[in-house]
């Protein structure tokens, strides 16, 4: 159990501020010195957005990444990278992202990169919270993809013949990242998910499960370690049934200490999930709906924060986002995140 009741964190991303957008079609024009004070006055902006907001978890709002997993191909051998999307025009959907051919082995010698993104957000982060007296109450998350989700923009060979093939070689990359990690003094990391949650309607989820506690076997129980499960939200779109039903109770067996549920887009749909989660784990609920421009106010968070906890206790709970924010407007995130602490701080006041 948390030492916190009624703890705010966010998943992991954060909008591109307007100007790293635009240097990011640009970069050929950057010198390594320029593109490196890019990337720490994005984290910069992105911590303080944060802080501003009074979160009790920040993340460096993964503003060195294309997406939450994409960059990371970049980091992997054997995978030759597409050019240009397969659908460029009409609606924005999940087709506009291509997959990646494999040409050989899958290794990543560097790592992916998110130890140095770490190192970044603690040096980053450090100044701003010892002039806001906050360095020990706020708790600093690295968020990394799992190697099934990330097996989903790559295409089968004869090496690896299917998803789950191209899944077991990445398996040993993430796992390899995350003690990397732990070494490096992560204590809050999450593991991404989203595509078990998208499929385990057609899946085997005790699969997923096998495939994720063998994914962070040699973390649990040296870091807080949470997991998120959501339908999707690529341009602010879903993908497959918006159900958890299929996952449970087969999910309660990850061996994390912490599982984030998207309640927010779903009006609050399996509600009662929480219960089931919280008998056995930590569980984060997704209160603020990060699809949506309806700015929620103090009010909303503060009634969906007391409908939360006729099912959960306090000490069992956290508040967050529905997903990360990357596909949400700054101006938007920024309010909702103010909005979201500011309601559950007026709970928490009241227990």
Known sequence: MKEQPLRTTVIGSYPFPAWLEFACEHLDRFGDTDRAELVDDAVAIAVRDQLEAGLDVITDGEQTRLDFNLSFYGFIEGIELESASPRRFGPPAHDQRGKHKVIGELRAPRGLGTVEDFKRLQRVATPQLEARNSKLETALKASVPGPYTLSGRLIPNAQYRDRYALTEALLPIVRSELESLVKAGCREITVDEPSMSCYAHKE??????????????????????????????????????????????????????????????????ELELLQLVAAKKDVAVGIIDVKSYYIETVDDVANRVRACLKFAPADRISFAPDCGLSQTARWAAKQKLKHMVEGVKRVRGSL
Do not use: W
């Open 204 to 269: 085997d989820p005790k699969r997923f499960v096998d495939i994720f506690n063998r994914t962070v076997e040699s973390i649990a129980g040296k870091c807080h370690l949470s997991t998120h499960l959501c339908f999707g939200n690529y341009k602010g779109r879903a993908v497959g049934p918006r159900q958890y039903a299929p996952m449970f109770p087969a999910f309660l067996d990850m061996k994390v200490d912490e599982i984030h549920v998207e309640m927010a887009s779903r009006e609050f749909a």
